[in-house]
């Protein structure tokens, strides 16, 4: 079945280093990949997301790279600051009915 | 505001008890996704409608049923509930998917209803 996998579920990084969460997926139908960040006690939001047909993409300190023959994709973040501490999921969709899988999430702390 | 409402934002219940949780997609969006996310635990994908029928199901247990009215609100009935229930309820609204367009399936999050069964 469809699966999502995600690491590490915990990551404590100094402040102003930069921070890499990888995830893996099963089913190679799938072609877009979100990645969404929840700040505690709050709803996850988008903050970037990919598309098959693309390897890279970025925005400001946010990059994720998609590397499809392995089925895997990576987000990263540079130059990290406290509000950048939350929990970061990754998910996979398949385009033939929508589902979408998430991964069980990352905590990331930025250490002062 | 992502646009996405939910109501109520606090349940408190009892154990065997029935509850239903409401949610507003935004406007123009036909899809609603129902997720739980317990303690610690990760979005766990329950249930997907598209324009009022069922469209991908997840782990969503048999005393869990949902529906897609034709405003196309949705509600989440969750029934005989035990204590293991209690978690975070979010729905979720996004646009319908057009690959060909470009158009890819953004979720937007409502603030979520949170179950608590004593």
């Known amino acids: 079945g469809e699966n999502v996998e995600q690491h590490p579920s915990t990551l404590s990084v100094q402040e102003g280093d930069s921070a890499v969460i990888k995830c893996t997926y099963s089913?190679?139908?799938?072609?877009?990949f979100p990645w969404y960040k929840q700040e505690l006690g709050k709803r996850p939001q988008l903050i970037i997301d990919?598309?098959?047909?693309?390897g890279e993409k970025k925005d400001q300190r946010i990059a994720v790279t998609l590397n499809k023959t392995a089925k895997h994709f990576s987000l990263h973040i540079t130059e990290t600051q406290p509000e950048d501490s939350a929990v970061y999921f990754c998910?996979?969709?398949?385009?033939?009915?929508?589902?979408?899988?998430f991964g069980k999430g990352t905590r990331l702390h930025i250490l002062p | 505001d992502s646009g996405v409402t939910q109501t109520p934002k606090h349940l408190i219940t009892a154990t065997g008890q029935r509850v239903t949780l409401r949610c507003s997609p935004r406007s123009g969006d036909l899809s609603v996704y129902w997720y739980q996310q317990s303690l610690d635990q990760g979005l766990q994908f329950l249930i997907q409608y598209y324009n009022g029928e069922e469209r991908a199901k997840g782990n969503i247990l048999e005393r869990f049923s949902a529906q897609q009215f034709p405003d196309l609100h949705s509600e989440l009935n969750l029934s005989s509930l035990e204590l293991g229930d209690s978690a975070l309820y979010f729905c979720a609204s996004s646009v319908v998917p057009d690959s060909k367009r470009g158009f890819y399936n953004e979720q937007f999050f409502g603030p979520g209803t949170r179950l608590t069964v004593l």
């Open positions: 990919i598309r098959s047909n693309v």
């Open positions: 089913d190679s139908a799938s072609n877009y």
């Open positions: 998910a996979a969709e398949l385009n033939r009915d929508d589902k979408i899988i």
